[in-house]
């Protein structure tokens, strides 16, 4: 909880993010966002150098849904919600980005509002650029272009695999399917949640979550107290997640 909001409060208030330096560019060869790693830097310098180092806190909301995007997010050790709405006080997961991604898709793709609500799941730190920005540098960098038209077409098809393992498969299998992919983005096993914000983004009552995660843990896979979450055995984990895990992440390393 930061400043008397919890990290999945559907009306935290917008936040761009507080500047590691203000008004800096990133001047890091090998950024930590797998995106920019791979970019070429003979044709990215421009790009890269326009970027700023912002820290993103637990439980503030990037975008809200239906509004416009005024920046783009590249996560280094952060993790970011995608959550789908009906009004307000509502919430559903159907994407999580973190260092793999870029938050604010749409924008890449000609939309300046976002369907979706954006949110700080796990704290960290992300390059951010305006969206005006971005749309001109867009324009000059195909590799980005590229590079972004297939994460838009993975983060479309996680979308829809999300919606399906909410509809057909055990809570317990569900739970692990997230603890997995929360690992994948944040890059430890160990990272903060708590047991209502994962019944949040899962779209069930705290209750359920409590008991799926206790069964995980006397089995030895998963450590939790207070807030903090440890992995003890992924590969065991991974067995007992259902499909989609697997699914979605042969979509990402396609």
């Known amino acids: 909880m930061r400043d ?9 208030s917008a936040y ?9 560019p990133i001047r890091t060869p090998t950024p ?3 995106i920019l790693a791979r970019l070429p830097r003979k044709g990215s310098r421009r790009f890269l150098a326009a970027l700023s180092a912002v820290d993103l806190p637990l439980g503030q909301v990037l975008y809200q849904a239906r509004t416009a995007s005024r920046h783009v997010y590249f996560p280094n050790d952060c993790t970011v919600s995608l959550l789908a709405v009906a009004d307000p006080a509502s919430g559903l997961e159907v994407g999580l980005v973190g260092r793999e991604g870029m938050v604010g898709i749409p924008l890449a793709l000609g939309a300046s509002h976002s369907p979706v609500r954006a949110l700080v ?17 867009l324009k000059h ?6 590079s972004l038209e297939r994460c838009a077409y993975v983060a479309m098809a ?7 393992c909410n509809n057909e498969h055990r809570l317990e299998a569900r739970l692990a399917r997230w603890l997995l992919m ?11 949640c708590t047991q209502q914000s994962i019944a949040y983004m899962l779209g069930v009552r705290r209750v359920g979550v409590t008991v799926a995660a206790g069964a995980l843990q006397r089995r030895g896979l998963i450590r939790y107290r207070r807030g903090a979450m440890e992995i003890l055995d992924r590969g065991r984990l991974v067995a007992i997640s259902c499909s989609c895990y697997k699914i979605i992440r042969a979509l990402e390393s396609a």
């Open 32 to 34: 930590p966002n797998r």
């Open 158 to 164: 996680t979308a829809m695999q999300i919606a399906v």
């Open 121 to 137: 799941q796990g704290a960290g730190s992300a390059m951010r650029m305006s969206a005006a920005r971005f749309g001109r540098e």
């Open 141 to 146: 960098n195909p590799a980005l272009r590229r």
């Open 16 to 24: 761009t993010g507080k500047r590691s330096q203000p008004g800096a």
């Open 182 to 192: 929360t690992r994948d983005r944040a890059g430890s096993d160990r990272f903060r």
């Open 4 to 12: 008397g909001i919890h990290p999945c409060a559907p009306h935290a």
